[in-house]
Structures are given as C-alpha cells and as structure tokens.
C-alpha cells in the first residue's frame, strides 16, 4: 500500500475546492463563491484564478448597489440584492428587499 504525499492531498483537496467554487460562480451563487476563493487563497494565497474571480464578484456586487442608488426602486435589482442576502443566509436583510420590490410591485 503505498502511501500519498500530504502535499500532493493539499493539491487535490485545492483542486476540489476549486471546482466546487466555480460551479458555485456559473450558478450565480457570489457570497458562497466567495467563501471557498477565500478558503482557496488561505491554501495558496498567490492563486491567480482566485483574485481574478473575487475581483468579478466584488465588481458585480458594487454594481448592484450603484444601480439602486441611480434608481432606488429598480425591481430586478433590488430581487437579486435579496436572493445575494439569502444565500449568504441572513434571512431578515433578504426580506427587507423583496419586501421592498412587492411595495414597488405588489402584483
């Protein structure tokens, strides 16, 4: 039985982790993506892919919040500022924006 090189299960765990967080990025799950890039840079902090997909995340949730301060009451916004909130599990901050697109769309 041979036995593995505690390095080359770092690699493996690293690549895992990976795919996992791009399967979280393409299925638009930012703040989950956001954890495993920052469990990925812990593990190796110089990761280019890391930084470049943080880099797009950040950029998308800022955009997010310059959109409503242009337009407060955009619906399409303000519906995925509450689906970021609910996947990053805080629950009443969700809430408060689909609440927030039902005053402004009560259909």
Sequence with gaps: MSQENPHDLELND?????DKTFILFDKKKPIEAIELFNKILKISPKDLDAHFYLGIIY?????????????PDNK???NNLGNIYKDKEQFEKA???YNKVLKTDPE
């Design 14 to 18: 690293l690549e895992d982790l990976k």
């Design 59 to 71: 950029t998308d949730l800022n955009e997010h919040n310059k959109a409503l301060r242009i337009d």
């Design 76 to 78: 399409r916004v303000l």
């Design 95 to 97: 809430n408060e924006y």
